[in-house]
C-alpha cells in the first residue's frame, strides 16, 4: 500500500492520529509527499539508564498491525539502527506480534488470564483497556516507571496517553504526533460550485453549525436538471459525525467516564447532547447528505465521498489517501454550547499499555524508552507523513494548531450494548424527536453503563 511503511513509522513514534484509522485494519493509500529537506537538531544529551543484562530475552511488542520500524526514510533509519543498539546494550531481541484486529482482545485476554502475556507491552484501543482495568488485567504507569524515565521528565523518548478513570496507564513512545477528526473538502468541487474556501471561514471566526448547513445546502444540486443530484453537501457515518458533533458541543456520549464506573451516567439526555443531534438531524432532512448505500446509518457511508461529487466529508487523517482530487481540512464547527478546545470525540483512542503478569515491567519499558532515543528529523512531529496527504501549509496548520489534541476521550463503545448506534437510528432513520429517542433509550444506556461497573 502506497506510502504504508511512513504511516507505520508515524504509528510506533506518535500515536495521537490514526486511531480511529486502525480499528479493523481499514487504511487508505497515501498519496506522494511534496520534496521536504530534513532537518538535523542537535540531540539533546541525557543521563542514559545503566545497561542490564536481560540473558537473551525477547520483548514483544503487539498491535493489530505490523509495528516493526522500517528504512524507508531517515527517521525510519535512525530507529532501526538505535533498535539494534538497545538490543545489543540489554542482550535482547524486540519483536513485533502482529495479531489480527478481530483475534487481537481474545488472545490478550486469554494470554492474561493465563498469567502468561502474548505481549509485554501491547497497544489496546481505550474502549478495549477500560473494562481490561476493571478486572486489574493492566498496570499504572506508576508501577513501572522511574522519577527520571522520560516519561516522568521530558517526554522526549515517551508520553503519557490521557488518564482511563483517573489514572495513568497508557503511554506513546517519542515525541506526540499532530493528527485528529476533522470536516475535510473537496477543493476541487468547491471551486467549481463557487463555495467560499472553508478555512478562511475559520480563521475569520465565521465557521458554525449555520453556515456549515448553508454551505452543503448550496453544493447539493442537479446540474443537469434530470431530477437526480450530481453534488452533495455532505457525508460521514452518521453515528461517528454525531459522536463529534455532541462532542463540539462540549457534550458527550457518557458523561463523566473518567470519575469512575459508579459515577459514569448516560449522555442521550444531556441538553447539548440533543442539541447536537438536532442539528445532524437537520442535514438529513435538509437532503443534504448522500446516502450511497441506500441505509442513512450503514458504517459504509464513511467512503462514501471518495466517489468525488461530495463537497464536505468526516475523515481522520489516514483516510484521505490517494484521493483524485485536492482536499482541505478543518475542524468541526463548534457548536453554542461548546469550545475551541474540544473538537471531536476520540473513539477509536488507541497507546502502549503492560499487562498484568509481565515480568521485569520496569526494565520492559526501560528498553521501550531507549528505543526511541533518535534525533528529531523534522521541523515538526509527522511533518513527512501530513505532507504526503496535504498540498497546502494552511491544512497542516489547520490540523497543527486547531485539530490536534482538541479530541475527547469517547468511550460508549466500551460499555456492553450501549445502544448510540439505535438511538442514531432512530433519528436519522425513524424520524423519531431526538428528546423522544433519548428518553427511549436512556434506562438501557445506563443500564449498560452499570453493567460493566458490576463486572469490575
Known amino acids: 500500500m502506497k506510502n504504508m511503511k511512513a504511516l507505520l513509522i508515524l504509528l510506533l513514534v506518535s500515536c495521537f492520529v490514526i486511531v480511529a484509522g486502525c480499528s479493523g485494519g481499514k487504511t487508505a493509500e497515501n498519496p506522494t509527499p511534496p520534496e521536504v529537506e530534513e532537518k538535523t537538531p542537535e540531540k539533546t544529551e541525557e543521563?542514559?539508564?545503566?545497561?542490564?543484562?536481560?540473558?537473551?530475552?525477547?520483548?514483544?511488542?503487539?498491535?493489530?498491525?505490523?509495528?516493526?520500524?522500517?528504512?524507508?526514510?531517515?527517521?525510519?533509519?535512525a530507529l532501526v539502527e538505535q533498535q539494534k543498539k538497545v538490543e545489543e546494550k540489554y542482550n535482547v531481541k524486540i519483536e513485533y506480534v502482529n495479531v489480527p484486529f478481530e483475534e487481537y482482545m481474545d488472545k490478550f485476554t486469554t494470554s492474561v488470564l493465563a498469567g502468561e502475556p502474548f505481549?509485554?507491552?501491547?497497544?489496546?484501543?481505550?474502549?478495549?483497556?477500560?473494562?481490561?482495568?476493571?478486572?486489574?488485567?493492566?498496570?499504572?504507569?506508576?508501577?513501572?516507571?522511574?522519577?527520571?524515565?522520560s516519561i516522568n521528565t521530558d517526554q522526549r523518548l515517551a508520553n503519557p496517553a490521557p488518564p482511563l478513570l483517573g489514572e495513568l496507564y497508557a503511554f506513546n513512545g517519542g515525541v506526540k504526533g499532530n493528527g485528529g477528526h476533522g470536516i475535510h473538502y473537496n477543493?476541487?468541487?468547491?471551486?467549481?460550485?463557487?463555495l467560499p474556501d472553508l478555512q478562511q471561514l475559520y480563521d475569520n471566526g465565521e465557521w458554525t453549525w449555520s453556515k456549515f448547513l448553508e454551505i452543503a445546502k448550496q453544493a447539493t444540486k442537479d446540474t443537469n436538471n434530470d431530477g437526480k443530484m450530481d453534488t452533495?453537501?455532505?457525508?460521514?457515518?452518521?453515528a461517528v459525525v454525531g459522536r463529534n458533533f455532541i462532542a463540539a458541543n462540549g457534550g458527550n456520549t457518557v458523561l463523566d467516564p473518567e470519575n469512575g464506573e459508579s459515577n459514569a451516567k448516560e449522555g442521550f439526555t444531556d441538553p447539548k447532547a440533543i442539541e447536537a443531534i438536532?442539528?445532524?438531524?437537520?442535514?438529513?432532512?435538509?437532503?443534504?447528505?448522500?446516502?450511497?448505500?441506500g441505509d442513512k446509518v450503514n458504517w459504509e457511508e464513511g467512503d462514501t465521498f471518495k466517489d468525488g461529487?461530495?463537497?464536505?466529508?468526516?475523515?481522520a487523517q489516514w483516510m484521505v489517501g490517494d484521493l483524485n482530487f485536492e482536499v482541505g481540512v478543518v475542524p468541526y464547527p463548534v457548536g453554542p454550547q461548546g469550545s475551541p478546545e474540544v473538537t471531536y470525540a476520540d473513539t477509536g483512542l488507541n497507546a502502549y499499555f503492560i499487562p498484568k503478569g509481565v515480568k521485569d515491567p520496569e526494565l520492559v519499558y526501560q528498553v521501550f524508552e531507549e528505543l526511541f532515543d533518535v534525533p528529531q528529523l523534522e521541523e515538526y512531529p509527522t511533518q513527512n507523513y501530513l505532507e504526503s496527504l496535504y498540498s497546502t501549509e494552511d491544512d497542516t496548520r489547520i490540523i497543527r494548531e486547531h485539530i490536534t489534541g482538541t479530541g475527547l476521550v469517547g468511550l460508549d463503545e466500551a460499555y456492553p450494548e450501549y445502544p448510540f448506534?439505535?438511538?442514531?437510528?432512530?433519528?436519522?432513520?425513524?424520524?423519531?424527536?431526538?428528546?423522544?429517542?433519548?428518553?427511549?433509550?436512556?434506562?438501557?444506556?445506563q443500564a449498560s453503563i452499570d453493567k460493566l461497573g458490576a463486572a469490575k
Open 232 to 238: 452533495y453537501g455532505f457525508s460521514g457515518w452518521a
Open 309 to 315: 461529487d461530495v463537497a464536505m466529508f468526516h475523515a
Open 421 to 445: 448506534n439505535d438511538f442514531i437510528a432512530d433519528v436519522i432513520v425513524n424520524n423519531a424527536s431526538v428528546a423522544s429517542a433519548a428518553e427511549k433509550f436512556k434506562q438501557q444506556a
Open 47 to 77: 543521563p542514559q539508564a545503566p545497561a542490564v543484562d536481560l540473558g537473551g530475552r525477547t520483548i514483544k511488542l503487539s498491535a493489530w498491525w505490523d509495528l516493526t520500524p522500517t528504512d524507508a526514510d531517515a527517521t525510519g533509519q
Open 119 to 149: 505481549s509485554d507491552i501491547a497497544f489496546l484501543e481505550y474502549k478495549s483497556a477500560l473494562p481490561t482495568i476493571l478486572k486489574g488485567q493492566l498496570l499504572k504507569i506508576s508501577e513501572f516507571t522511574a522519577p527520571t524515565s
Open 187 to 194: 477543493r476541487d468541487l468547491f471551486e467549481k460550485l463557487g
Open 278 to 293: 438536532e442539528f445532524l438531524a437537520s442535514l438529513y432532512s435538509n437532503n443534504v447528505v448522500k446516502v450511497k448505500t
